[in-house]
């Protein structure tokens, strides 16, 4: 079934979208138990499925460019949440690593997300869940990351 061009621009999405993405970033990064901020927890995240990966990596994963990455990257270490390392075989490349603050910090994050996850889709059927995660999905497709970024 495809979308009816007027009902889209009936439902705003763009405003929609927008403001629940500030409204949930905000709330996450004021709660009292929060010891990372969002952008922090998904390096750890990343970090909790492959330890030591490559910053480009990381960036990648996080939709962030060599200057965003790298800044998140500093932010985490001073936090000693993890620590940088040189690549054995690309001198010039750098390799992120958790320490054990950081495996406690992931692992409260992981709980922080479970309470979120559930508050999110509370109210809403499986089917449900599964069109909105690929409707937002999609954006990423259909709105691709510029190369110079």
């Known amino acids: 079934m495809r979308n009816n061009e007027a009902a889209a621009k009936h439902h ?3 405003y929609l979208l927008s403001v629940a993405q500030r409204r949930l970033q905000r709330w996450m990064a004021a709660q009292p ?3 990372v901020t969002p952008a922090q927890a998904g390096l750890l995240f990343i970090l909790g499925k492959q330890d030591g990966v490559l910053m480009g990596e990381a960036g990648a994963a996080l939709d962030m460019g060599p200057a965003g990455i790298s800044g998140l ?5 001073a936090a000693k949440l993890v620590e940088r390392r040189a690549d054995h075989e690309d001198g010039r490349a750098w390799r992120v690593w958790l320490t054990p603050k950081g495996r406690t910090a992931l692992a409260q994050a992981k709980a922080s997300a479970a309470e979120v996850n559930a508050a999110l889709t509370e109210g809403f059927t499986s089917a449900e869940i599964d069109i909105i995660a690929r409707w937002l999905a999609s ?3 259909k709105f691709p990351r ?4």
């Open 12 to 14: 705003r999405l763009i």
């Open 33 to 35: 138990e929060s010891e």
């Open 73 to 77: 990257v500093d932010r985490t270490a």
């Open 139 to 141: 954006i990423q497709d």
């Open 146 to 149: 510029p190369s110079d970024e």
